[in-house]
């Protein structure tokens, strides 16, 4: 279940969402006058999110591609060359 808490939560019990955003690893949504105003997460979470963003980009990509190419490659070659990338990253 979500986490709703007025904005001044946010100044008021910082520790407290603090604790919950990294304890449960979901966000807290603050409300201002009612409404939704912003979303409280941990460095974790949106690591996460923008890593998923990126797979996901990156699929859209293979798929635009795969429709406008008759180029195909073999499994072997897809995981070597995977292999490849993830031994050159850098890292973190």
């Known amino acids: 279940m979500p ?3 007025p ?3 946010l100044r008021n019990n910082f520790a407290e ?3 919950i955003v990294h ?3 979901e966000p807290v949504f603050l409300t201002k006058n009612g409404y939704g ?3 409280v997460m941990s460095i974790k979470q949106y690591e996460n999110i923008q ?3 990126e797979i996901f980009m990156k699929l859209k990509e293979s798929e635009h591609e ?3 190419s008759n180029e195909r490659y073999s499994h072997s070659e897809v995981f070597n060359n995977l292999r490849m ?3 050159n990253r850098p890292n973190k």
Do not use: F, G, L, W
């Open 3 to 5: 986490q709703i808490r």
């Open 7 to 9: 904005v001044s939560d």
């Open 17 to 19: 969402i603090s604790k």
């Open 23 to 25: 304890e449960s690893q």
């Open 37 to 39: 105003d912003m979303v």
């Open 51 to 53: 890593q998923n963003q």
């Open 66 to 68: 795969a429709d406008t």
């Open 85 to 87: 990338q993830i031994r």
